[in-house]
């Protein structure tokens, strides 16, 4: 069974950081692609960052966002530094098979987690 849980999310001020933590279970750990999508009020989920064998990210996140993974707890972070009002949004957790340029793809992932709401203030 594929279990995903998100947690970390909050209210912070512009330029502030929080770091997301996605709870995978094993299998979804060990066989799936983890990345981390977003969908704010009246927009489409849009992918954020990913990992499998390499790490992956948006152009809107690059050098403000790092995802990474401790394999001993079946945990993924994201690391949000120099957070925006534009990255106000439900960020979710997700597994899914894929490589390349497939992996910023929504329909690439089959599971998903509840979501965590992360605001940031101007």
């Known amino acids: 069974q594929v279990q995903l849980l998100e947690s970390g999310g909050g209210l912070v001020q512009a330029g502030g950081s929080l770091r997301l933590s996605c709870a995978a279970s094993?299998?979804?750990?060990?066989?799936?692609?983890i990345g981390w999508f977003r969908q704010a009020p009246g927009k489409e989920r849009e992918f954020v960052a990913g990992?499998?064998?390499?790490?992956f990210y948006a152009d809107s996140v690059k050098g403000r966002f790092t995802i990474s993974r401790d394999n001993a707890k079946n945990m993924v972070y994201l690391q949000m530094n120099s957070l925006k009002p534009e990255d106000t949004a439900v960020y979710y957790c997700?597994?899914?098979?894929?490589?390349?340029?497939?992996?910023?793809?929504?329909?690439?992932?089959?599971?998903w987690g509840q979501g965590t709401q992360v605001t940031v203030s101007s």
């Open positions: 990992s499998g064998y390499t790490t």
């Open positions: 094993r299998r979804a750990f060990s066989t799936y692609v």
């Open positions: 997700a597994a899914g098979v894929c490589s390349g340029a497939g992996c910023h793809d929504v329909a690439r992932y089959n599971y």
